[in-house]
């Protein structure tokens, strides 16, 4: 079974400061994703990283998928409460939606 | 266009009963795939569906069976039901299931209590 990691688990900061979350595996996937879920929401996709070593950009998040794709992580620039949730990754083992999530990452922005 | 519904979003069921959940999957979404998040497990992979067929599962036990129908409409099912089930099932849908390309759009879910 393969499993992702993610660090840290919970993460309280200030409204106007970066942060970065990671997620780490000893396996390989085909492609990495990156969800948001809100409370008593589903999770909403983000961005799909897919080349090892690629960088996406999404206003003040970027995105990096390790050279070896087994790794990425998730940078938030000048953070604002709007960001709050749980931020998860989850891993495509490249057949059919059959999504290996990481254990979460649960942001809090605070003014 | 109307985003992937779940029904009911909340129930409460006794121990041992059995419970079925519904999801409708976002109009020509084929693929339909079903999870379970609980947080002490996180989100974790129950089965999947595409054109009425299961085409994977997750490592649950045979009390968990799902079955999708021709509108791509699909159910799941719990039988037997035990406390650690209570959980938040969650409902992805997608076009095909497979591809660089393939978005997956989950439900709000549905919130199963046993008691």
């Known amino acids: 079974t393969q499993l992702l990691e993610q660090s840290p688990q919970f993460l309280s900061i200030q409204e106007g400061e970066n942060l970065?979350?990671?997620?780490n595996s000893s396996s390989v996937f085909s492609s990495l994703q990156w969800y948001r879920q809100e409370p008593g929401e589903g999770p909403v996709l983000?961005?799909?990283?897919?080349?090892?070593g690629e960088v996406k950009k999404l206003k003040r998040?970027?995105?990096q998928f390790g050279d070896a794709r087994k790794d990425s992580s998730l940078h938030i620039t000048a953070a604002q409460t709007g960001d709050t949730g749980l931020y998860l990754c989850a891993g495509d083992e490249g057949g059919g939606n059959?999504?290996?999530?990481?254990?979460?990452t649960q942001l809090k922005v605070e003014l | 266009k109307a985003g992937v519904t779940q029904t009911p979003r909340y129930l409460i069921k006794t121990r041992g009963q059995q419970v079925t959940l519904?999801?409708?999957?976002?109009?020509?979404?084929?693929?339909?795939?079903?999870?379970q998040q609980?947080?002490?497990?996180?989100l974790q992979f129950l089965f999947e569906y595409f054109s009425e067929t299961q085409r994977n599962k997750g490592n649950f036990p045979g009390r968990f069976s799902g079955r999708q129908f021709s509108n791509s409409r699909s159910e799941m099912n719990v039988s037997t039901l035990e406390l650690g089930d209570s959980a938040l099932y969650l409902c992805a849908s997608s076009f095909t299931g497979q591809g660089l390309g393939n978005t997956i759009y989950f439900g709000e879910g549905s919130w199963l209590t046993v008691v």
Do not use: A, E, M
């Open chain 1, 20 to 23: 970065t979350v990671y997620c």
């Open chain 1, 46 to 52: 983000l961005v799909t990283v897919v080349t090892g």
């Open chain 1, 61 to 63: 998040l970027t995105f």
């Open chain 1, 98 to 104: 059959k999504l290996t999530f990481g254990t979460g």
């Open chain 2, 22 to 35: 519904s999801c409708s999957p976002i109009s020509g979404h084929r693929s339909v795939s079903w999870y």
């Open chain 2, 38 to 42: 609980t947080p002490g497990q996180g």
